[in-house]
């Protein structure tokens, strides 16, 4: 098979949508003979690959950076790119973002060279970019801005887990949401597995903590039937796994700054749920 070089890029060289930041190009690239080198050049914007097959070394600078299948490369604005096939055949997509926000996009996702696991590349949303882009009208440009995000998104998001350790514990959360004896031990008791196993793995997939996701689950639950419903405080407590009431509310206005009652009526001001819904 012959090599597939499939790149889409944006009608305008200067977008005409007013956006934080800007897809600029996508592509769909199958390399099957060994010695390809892409042409190196200075590129002033940021560019993602996401691995399908094959792998391709990176280089910037003294550091080669690998792309294997289900990870995820960067080059950083102003880096020379510099891509070379290592094991064919070779297939990944990529993708490339400007725009005046460019750098606090960078910031604020934390993005670097290494190379990360992502999980399998979402080959339809960047055909879906790559027809977005070949959409000339405004519509096109702002969908493939939403396309782009997403894969930007799903590439720090990891491998999702399907019928894994992580997804019977949530559906047991959510099973036994009104049961106040619910904790992390009984969780990993009914799994079978030992409390830190469940803590190591619920951390690694999530991010936070097994309690610290049962209290936001039972509050996230409380806050849709607080504005929902008619049903009392106490019921509430009750549907969703709090002792009382009283306690209910207290650890309400730790984490929203607000009481049931001011988010029920609206009256609630600024409300930012806290970082760290673990401490009730």
């Not at 405004?138 to 997403?150: C, H, L, P, S, V």
């Not at 991010?207 to 610290?212: N, Y």
Request: hydrophobic share 35%; glycine share 6%; charged share 20%.
């Amino acid at each position: 098979m012959n090599m597939i070089i499939n790149p889409a890029f944006r009608y305008l060289s200067k977008p005409s949508v007013p956006a934080l930041v800007h897809i600029r190009s996508c592509g769909h690239y199958w390399i099957p003979n060994s010695g390809w080198h892409d042409r190196k050049i200075r590129k002033h914007f940021l560019q993602l690959y996401w691995g399908i097959r094959g792998s391709a070394v990176l280089k910037h600078e003294n550091r080669e950076y690998l792309l294997t299948p289900e990870t995820v490369c960067f080059y950083l604005p102003g880096d020379l790119h510099d891509l070379s096939l290592k094991e064919s055949p070779l297939e990944y997509c990529w993708l490339t973002f400007d725009g005046e926000n460019l750098d606090h996009l960078i910031q604020t996702f934390q993005i670097t060279r290494e190379p990360r696991t992502a999980g399998p590349c979402p080959t339809e949303l960047f055909q879906s970019l790559e027809l977005n882009l070949h959409n000339y009208a405004q519509y096109g440009e702002y969908m493939a801005g939403a396309d782009g995000y997403k894969i930007l998104s799903l590439a720090f998001a990891g491998r999702k887990q399907e019928n894994s350790l992580t997804e019977r514990f949530r559906q047991m959360v959510a099973e036994r949401l009104s049961d106040n004896s619910l904790t992390p031990a009984a969780i990993a008791a009914a799994l079978g597995i030992h409390p830190t196993t469940l803590t190591r793995n619920i951390r690694s997939s999530m991010g936070i903590t097994p309690l610290e996701y049962i209290i936001a689950y039972r509050l996230q639950q409380a806050m849709s039937l607080i504005r929902t419903t008619s049903s009392s405080f106490k019921e509430i407590a009750q549907d969703t796994g709090f002792a009382n009431a009283n306690y209910f509310a207290k650890v309400f206005r730790r984490k929203f700054g607000c009481s049931p009652s001011e988010f029920r009526n609206g009256t609630e001001s600024g409300m930012e749920p806290a970082r760290d819904p673990g401490q009730a």
